[in-house]
C-alpha cells in the first residue's frame, strides 16, 4: 500500500501543476475543474478510498473527452509543439491534443483505483 501512497502523491503534485498552468487557458475553469476533482480522488487513494461508481463516471468521461479531443496526428502534433520550442498555443488543434492527452492522463492515474474498487 506504501507504493500507491507515492503514486497518488506525486499525482497531487503533478495535477496541481497541470491545474496551475491552466491558468492562462481560453477556458480555465474547466481544466481546473478536471484536475481539481483528479487530485480529490488521489487525495482519497493516499487514504485507500476508491468510490466504485464516482471513479468509474471519471474514467469514462475522461476516455470519452480523451478520444473526443484525440489530434488528427499525434505526431503532426509533436512535430509542431517540438518545433514552437515553448508552451504558448498557436493553434487550436495544439490545445486540442494536450486536452486529451491530459484527460488521458487523468484517466490512466485513475484506472487502478478503479479496478481495485470493482475488485474489492
Do not use: H
Not at 40 to 60: A, K, Q
Amino acid at each position: 500500500m506504501k507504493f500507491w501512497k507515492y503514486f497518488y502523491g506525486f499525482w497531487i503534485v503533478a495535477f496541481a501543476l497541470f491545474s496551475y498552468w491552466q491558468f492562462n487557458d481560453p477556458d480555465p475553469e474547466v481544466w481546473v475543474s478536471v484536475y481539481a476533482v483528479a487530485i480529490i480522488f488521489c487525495l482519497m487513494g493516499i487514504r485507500g478510498i476508491f468510490p466504485r461508481y464516482p471513479l468509474t463516471i471519471v474514467v469514462i468521461a475522461c476516455f470519452v473527452g480523451a478520444i473526443y479531443f484525440w489530434p488528427e496526428s499525434v505526431s503532426g502534433w509533436i512535430g509542431q509543439e517540438i518545433e514552437q520550442g515553448d508552451l504558448t498555443m498557436k493553434t487550436p488543434e495544439m490545445e486540442e491534443g494536450r486536452e486529451s492527452f491530459g484527460l488521458l492522463i487523468v484517466a490512466l492515474v485513475m484506472l487502478p483505483g478503479l479496478i481495485w474498487s470493482w475488485k474489492k
